[in-house]
Structure formats: C-alpha cells, structure tokens
C-alpha cells in the first residue's frame, strides 16, 4: 500500500506465482486526513489478514540526515526544519548512502493503519526510490537527475554511483513550476 496525502494505492500480490491478483487507487479530494481515513475505511479489503503487509508513505514531511551526524534523540528537532505541523515521526536506515531517513505522519492516520493492519511494516517512499535507484543505476559515471511526478508534487533526485547529491519534494501547479 502506498499513501500520500491524496491517494491511497494497493495492491494484492500472490506469492506463490507472484502475480498480482488486485490493484486499486482511490482519490481523495481535499488535504484533510479525516477524509483520507474514511477513503480507507471503505476498502474491506484493507482490513483482511495477509501474510504481510508493507506500506509506503509518500510525499510526507521528511528529511534525510548522513549516519555520521545523526543522533535518534535529535529525530524531532532534524523535521522541524522541514515542516511544523510534526505529529508521528518514524526513521529508517538508508544502508547505501549511510543515512537515515526521518519522516512524519498524521497521528490519526498512523492510528487506523495500526488498528487494521496491526503488523504492516512501514517505508518511507524515498527510501525505496533511493535504494532501487543506487542498485539499478550504480556505475553511472556521472550526475544523473530522476523526477517522480505524483500529483501536486515532484520529487528530484540526484545520484552519481551510490553517492546521492541531492533530494528533494515539491509542490508544483503548473507547468511552469516544474520547470
């Protein structure tokens, strides 16, 4: 499952054939998570038991911080550069570029996840972007930038081997922004 502010992305995958048996994605009109939440509840098959369950957090507050500076106690701090509206923070280590990646979620939407899918396993959507991109492109011998446009956002990444240079997400309304 993927969610962002909007959107609520899944999909079914069976194991065994590793074939995908189910995908949806539901549209929410406004920011408000209230509306995300009811948007969830709807879905039934969201709240059934499965072998596993990950879930992807896209496009929430976040910033990333190399592994060399970091501290745990510091988590808050580091995202109240990025945003003020900091509710339920997660991190997750970023092995090949040695960071780690500091995100925040509403407090009510970490709540439902957990009350239907108690044992899911969260990511950070830019963790995977990074991770894949390092293992699919790691001997480019020079800078490479990667968009990901998703709704109102884009988010820039900037590799060079396994060495990120730069990442960042923002708000876009035309055409014009992105350029």
């Given at each position: 499952m993927e969610i962002s502010q909007q959107t609520v992305l899944f999909s079914l995958l069976e194991i065994k054939n590793l074939?995908?048996?189910?995908?949806?994605?539901l549209r929410c009109d406004s920011k408000d998570v209230s509306d995300l939440i009811a948007l969830?509840?709807?879905?039934?098959?969201?709240?059934?038991?499965?072998?596993s369950s990950t879930i992807s957090y896209s496009h929430y507050p976040s910033t990333i911080i190399p592994?060399?500076?970091?501290?745990?106690?510091?988590?808050?701090r580091y995202l109240e550069f990025t945003d003020e509206n900091i509710q339920i923070i997660k991190s997750e280590n970023i092995?090949?570029?040695?960071s780690t990646i500091i995100y925040s979620i509403p407090k009510k939407l970490n709540n439902i996840i957990n009350q239907i899918q108690p044992q899911i396993i969260d990511r950070n959507n830019s963790n995977i972007?990074?991770?894949q991109l390092i293992k699919q492109y790691n001997n480019l011998t020079k800078k490479n930038v990667f968009l990901f446009v998703k709704e109102s956002k884009i988010e820039i990444i900037v590799l060079q081997k396994e060495k990120l240079f730069f990442q960042n997400t923002f708000s876009w309304i035309?055409?014009?922004d992105v350029l």
């Open positions: 074939k995908y048996d189910y995908f949806k994605l969830i509840n709807t879905e039934d098959l969201l709240k059934q038991n499965y072998s592994n060399k500076v970091y501290e745990n106690k510091h988590k808050r092995h090949q570029i040695d972007l990074i991770t035309s055409e014009n």
